[in-house]
């Protein structure tokens, strides 16, 4: 069965840091393409970040460019995501997301694109 994980979500000052990690168990995605989405109260899920299968290319929502950054370590299995300048309309709840899709993906924008999720993990940004 497979699983993907969340954790490392909590409260944190504006302007702090956190940093995401993603794990998954029961296959590899070390081929995949992952992704970071988010939902806010009230809100749709949003494209955070993704990342391709070698780590060579990384993509971004504009709202997080230039604070966020995702990163992989296939050897383990595991995608991060390093969140600097924390802004209180960050808080949400953040998702992991795994891609069936072998190494090249046309769309990594799409939550369609990705095929197993985790449970999220909180993020809480105070002012």
């Known amino acids: 069965q497979v699983q993907v994980v969340e954790s490392g979500g909590g409260l944190v000052q504006a302007g702090g840091s956190l940093t995401l990690s993603c794990t998954a168990s029961?296959?590899?995605?070390?081929?995949?393409?992952m992704g970071w989405f988010r939902q806010g109260p009230g809100k749709q899920r949003e494209f955070v970040a993704a990342?391709?299968?070698?780590?060579?290319?990384?993509f971004y929502g504009d709202s997080v460019k230039g604070r966020f950054t995702i990163s992989r370590d296939n050897a383990k299995n595991m995608v991060y995501l390093l969140m600097n300048s924390l802004k209180p309309e960050d808080t949400a709840v953040y998702y992991c997301?795994?891609?069936?899709?072998?190494?090249?993906?046309?769309?990594?924008?799409?939550?369609?694109?990705?095929?197993?999720w985790g449970q999220g993990t909180q993020v809480t940004v105070s002012s």
């Open positions: 997301a795994a891609s069936q899709v072998y190494r090249y993906s046309n769309d990594y924008v799409s939550p369609r694109r990705y095929d197993y």
């Open positions: 029961g296959r590899s995605f070390s081929n995949n393409p």
């Open positions: 990342i391709s299968w070698s780590g060579g290319s990384t």
